[in-house]
């Protein structure tokens, strides 16, 4: 007889909240192994016993683990075997301290859509099914262990037959904490635009009404309300464009399923699987003219169109209602007509609003009425949006978690910056992203910030040691870090914006030696005083050298000037000497611009890459006023997109000695006769032939041939495309951001990074 062992495993990683607990006891009853599994603070705890051969197999199937979770570190340790061992449980949670990751967000699951499309079914039609394979997690979790009393739904008590699968390890809703029914679990409910209740027998069957018949409804989804009407009915697009005060920044629209989308944007197999994904992210793929005069409002002048799937039970019952009710799922591969424009219901550039009364209150006088439910969101949780495999907006189904750091180091909690703020903790080797928190241009979001900083502090139970934020000392976010590290007496790291970039890039690359460093972006306070934007650097860890920067333009106006481009344009031509043209082409309002830059009044310079691109489309005539962020650029890689492949102008750089990279003689050429289209194909051309020989230049004083790409102009995917292809053919290695953002969503990653490595004074 084989004399038994016993072992100890500790596991750690995305493995609670995700069936982990129920696929162990599975292999082990399978093997008739005896021992317990539960969670505890830092993951999962298994201590199993049984023979060598049964043991060994059971480790092997441990590591592929259910769809959801992810196995982080996995240590074995012997133990003694038990004399009287019982069978295989599954143990109650444990204590210690809490290093468990949280799971985010996700997609209802086809198992539990073939409940909610069953007439047959207890769960038919119920907004709330899900299991643990699906629903939420980061969003009603307001401490860790992952348990039902730890949520916000500690106050819906399972009738019995929700508790007979909550308590059976072989039912795929075994401790699903979110498991409910129509007996026990959350209902929905429709208000008119007071937040008065409206008695309807159905509230999917009434919402899909009143948005056929062209309101705007505020809807309660996982991680905030979303703003939704009919994306084809083109007066109801503008009277929500209206009442946003949102002039132009594109909308997102969803489709029941891939099927609906054929019609309306163009992709690869890579792009419909991340689509369909549990994460289910917005994603921006390429949408042609005609689709463009088809939705006219929803992307106005872009050449990517915003698309998602449903992802709640409740998006999916909208569809299924627009269908006629069919029974089973084979509608969902079936094209269907109806089409939704979703949107984070916030007035403009403030947080998303999350319950009831904030709803009802904040969305005064732009949604019709109001399609909510009784299940509190504990965390304010917008969309993930993607361009390809980047991330322009990190947030639901991936945040938070953790992203893996090359070495472990001091909790850390690190502020970001002034656009697109999130926030970052550490513990050991993982950064914890907080989800897209917003521009700190409004107290609201300010709030914000203070509320995710103090949840993710809570939730992940992480105590900084260490504080950082960006270099400028008036931003929010560093004047939070300042207080926040005073009140505790902690260090408090400044770190530079483009070192911050090019750091987010290396940590989650896990790059542990010098690299070159590409940031080009909109701005960021130099260590100089200046406005920086377009870097060449060497980053070494928490050290930093400035090796060159883009020729700096005149900003007549200052900040007025990323507004306005068209006085970007004044000051190019101004500077290529041809005065004449300004006063033809801009009249009588040129006259102050050309008075500030001749007499150098409030004219600052900078290096900006992005001011470049605005400096770019105003001299083609493309745009003369931004009315959101990025939209020069955006519209400037649209025409480039539909012009087709050009080539770039050998002569449309200078590159200095003192590694200045001049693009004046391009912007000259570009301010002739040519075309847009032709213009903007022949400036991306351009630009990734002299980034490419500035790149060269760099390699040749510091035999480095590994370059990091980081900064917002990255999300262009043109210029991105043909920089690498010209670097990798070249022999470069090429880095660029994949688990953040590179644009500003990605700092506080770079920040914390920079902050750990910073030997304490």
């Not at 643990?132 to 009393?149: Q, W």
């Not at 139970?461 to 207080?483: G, K, M, Q």
């Not at 900003?555 to 043209?581: I, S």
Request: with cysteine.
């Amino acid at each position: 007889m084989t004399t038994p062992q016993r072992r100890a495993i500790q596991i750690s990683g995305q493995v609670q909240g995700v069936g982990f607990r129920p696929f162990v006891y599975r292999l082990a009853v399978a093997r008739r192994l005896s021992g317990f599994v539960r969670n505890d603070g830092a993951g999962v705890t298994i201590e199993i016993q049984g023979t060598p051969a049964a043991l060994n197999d059971f480790l092997r199937a441990l590591r592929q683990p259910p769809p959801l979770a992810r196995i982080d570190a996995l240590d074995i340790s012997e133990l003694t075997p038990h004399q009287m061992e019982p069978a295989f449980v599954i143990a109650a949670s444990g204590a210690g301290t809490i290093s468990a990751d949280i799971t985010p967000d996700t997609a209802v699951c086809e198992d539990c859509l073939a409940e909610l499309f069953d007439p047959g079914d207890r769960r038919y039609r119920y907004p709330f099914v899900n299991c643990t394979n699906c629903g939420p997690r980061y969003t009603i979790t307001a401490a860790l262990p992952y348990d039902r009393h730890n949520t916000s739904m500690a106050g819906f008590v399972l009738c019995s037959a929700c508790a007979r699968e909550y308590h059976d390890p072989d039912d795929r809703r075994f401790h699903a904490q979110p498991n409910a029914c129509p007996v026990c679990g959350p209902r929905l409910s429709l208000r008119d635009a007071t937040g008065a209740s409206i008695d309807v027998d159905d509230v999917i069957a009434a919402a899909l009404e009143r948005l056929l018949a062209g309101e705007i409804l505020a809807i309660k989804g996982l991680g905030g309300f979303h703003l939704v009407c009919d994306a084809q009915n083109t007066a109801t697009v503008a009277r929500l464009r209206r009442r946003k005060q949102r002039d132009a920044k594109p909308f997102a629209v969803m489709a029941a399923n891939l099927a609906s989308l054929a019609r309306w944007v163009e992709g690869d197999e890579a792009d419909r699987q991340r689509l369909a994904s549990p994460q289910r992210p917005i994603m921006l793929l390429r949408h042609d003219l005609d689709s463009d005069r088809r939705l006219p409002g929803i992307a106005p002048g872009l050449a990517h169109l915003g698309v998602m799937l449903p992802y709640t039970p409740l998006h999916y019952l909208l569809f299924h209602e627009a269908a006629g009710r069919p029974a089973g799922t084979r509608w969902l591969t079936q094209p269907q007509p109806l089409l939704l424009l979703m949107t984070s219901a916030n007035p403009g550039g403030e947080p998303l609003v999350i319950d009831d009364e904030e709803a009802t209150r904040r969305l005064q006088g732009i949604a019709d009425g109001f399609v909510t439910h009784n299940r509190a969101i504990l965390a304010r949780c917008e969309d993930s949006v993607v361009t390809g495999h980047i991330f322009i907006r990190r947030a639901r189904g991936h945040t938070p978690q953790a992203i893996r750091l090359p070495q472990a180091g001091p909790p850390t909690l690190a502020l970001g910056g002034y656009l697109k703020n999130t926030l970052c903790l550490t513990r050991d080797d993982r950064a914890y992203l907080s989800p897209h928190i917003g521009s700190l241009d409004n107290a609201a979001t300010c709030r914000a910030l203070e509320e995710a900083m103090a949840h993710l502090q809570d939730i992940l139970r992480i105590t900084p040691e260490r504080v950082a934020h960006d270099l400028h000392p008036d931003f929010p976010s560093s004047r939070l870090a300042a207080t926040y590290a005073a009140e505790r007496d902690l260090p408090c790291i400044a770190v530079q914006h483009h070192h911050a970039h090019i750091a987010a890039v290396a940590a989650e690359h896990g790059l542990r030696e010098p690299v070159l460093g590409l940031a080009l972006d909109g701005v960021g306070l130099g260590t100089d005083g200046g406005i920086w934007g377009g870097e060449l650097l060497r980053v070494d860890g928490a050290h930093c050298e400035r090796l060159g920067h883009l020729r700096p333009l005149p900003l007549p106006g200052g900040d007025r000037a990323a507004r306005e481009p068209w006085r970007l344009a004044v000051a190019v031509l101004h500077l290529l000497g041809r005065n004449a043209e300004i006063d033809r082409r801009f009249g009588a309002r040129a006259t102050v611009i050309q008075h500030m830059l001749e007499r150098r009044i409030n004219t600052p310079e900078t290096s900006s890459a992005g001011r470049l691109f605005d400096a770019a489309a105003a001299v083609l005539g493309v745009r003369e006023t931004n009315d959101y962020e990025g939209q020069t650029a955006m519209e400037l890689e649209a025409l480039a997109h539909r012009h087709g492949p050009a080539r770039p102008l050998a002569a449309g750089f200078i590159l200095h000695d003192d590694g200045v990279l001049d693009l004046l003689p391009l912007l000259a050429a570009l301010a002739g006769d040519m075309e847009p289209g032709q213009g903007a194909a022949r400036f991306h051309a351009t630009l990734a032939l002299a980034l490419g020989e500035w790149l060269r230049w760099a390699s040749d004083r510091t035999g480095l041939k590994r370059v990091a790409l980081g900064g917002g102009c990255f999300l262009n995917r043109l210029l991105s495309a043909q920089l690498q292809t010209r670097l990798e053919t070249a022999g470069w290695q090429v880095w660029t951001a994949r688990q953040a953002p590179p644009n500003d969503g990605g700092l506080s990653l770079g920040q914390a990074w920079v902050a750990m490595l910073t030997k304490p004074a």
